[in-house]
């Protein structure tokens, strides 16, 4: 079957070091992110068993932030069979458990990868993933909530215009909050004041009190 294959550009700097971990794909990209990707001109590759796409967990320059690799299975060099899944499917893994005789490569214990998986179709390592849905299943309900939740506010609590968008905005931020403990603790990232937004938070106080 055909895949895509491709790495976050940032990864072909460092592709040296992890090279006895995955293999050199056909191209560095930026459009290989999975915010980013999209099918049109990328280059593809045929894979005897499964496409692929491997979302890690790095730190660069003392920030953490997340590199990807499209291609087949095979790409994954010296891969653990017991840990991959036959369905179409995201999972996390531990990268002590992904690979064999991962002791030889000093991996920590709280290494790990996201690991998607398909063979249901041709090109299926797309943006389309399971990860994806959920970013989008998560803006369309935060969509309806701020619909229905100023709807409510505006008919049947009568407040200043400024006080109603100040409390969806808090109430906004503790559905977000809940949202992210609930789906992506499991990833071990330092989410919480990165995207806490404090600015605009500062901001929004300041902005009732004119």
């Not at 890690?56 to 920030?63: A, E, H």
């Amino acid at each position: 079957m055909q895949c895509y294959s491709c790495m976050s550009p940032y990864l072909e700097d460092q592709f040296l070091y992890i090279s006895h971990l995955y293999r050199k794909p056909l191209q560095f990209t930026e459009r290989c992110d999975e915010t980013r990707f999209y099918g049109d001109g990328m280059k593809i590759k045929n894979c005897s068993d499964m496409c692929v796409t491997l979302r890690m967990n790095d730190k660069v320059g003392g920030r953490r932030r997340h590199g990807y690799m499209r291609g087949c299975l095979s790409d994954i060099l010296h891969y653990n069979r017991t840990v991959v899944r036959e369905n179409p499917n995201c999972y996390h893994v531990r990268l002590r458990d992904l690979f064999v005789s991962s002791d030889r490569y000093s991996f920590e214990p709280t290494d790990n990868v996201m690991l998607c998986t398909c063979s249901n179709k041709l090109l299926c390592n797309t943006g389309s993933s399971i990860i994806g849905r959920n970013n989008r299943c998560v803006k369309n309900f935060f969509e309806y909530i701020i619909k229905n939740l100023s709807t409510t506010i505006g008919k049947e609590i009568h407040l200043d215009w400024r006080i109603k968008n100040f409390i969806i905005f808090i109430f906004l931020i503790v559905i977000g909050i809940l949202f992210k403990a609930v789906f992506f603790l499991s990833l071990n990232e330092e989410y919480l004041m990165e995207q806490f937004y404090l600015p605009s938070f500062i901001g929004a106080l300041i902005w009732l009190a004119l």
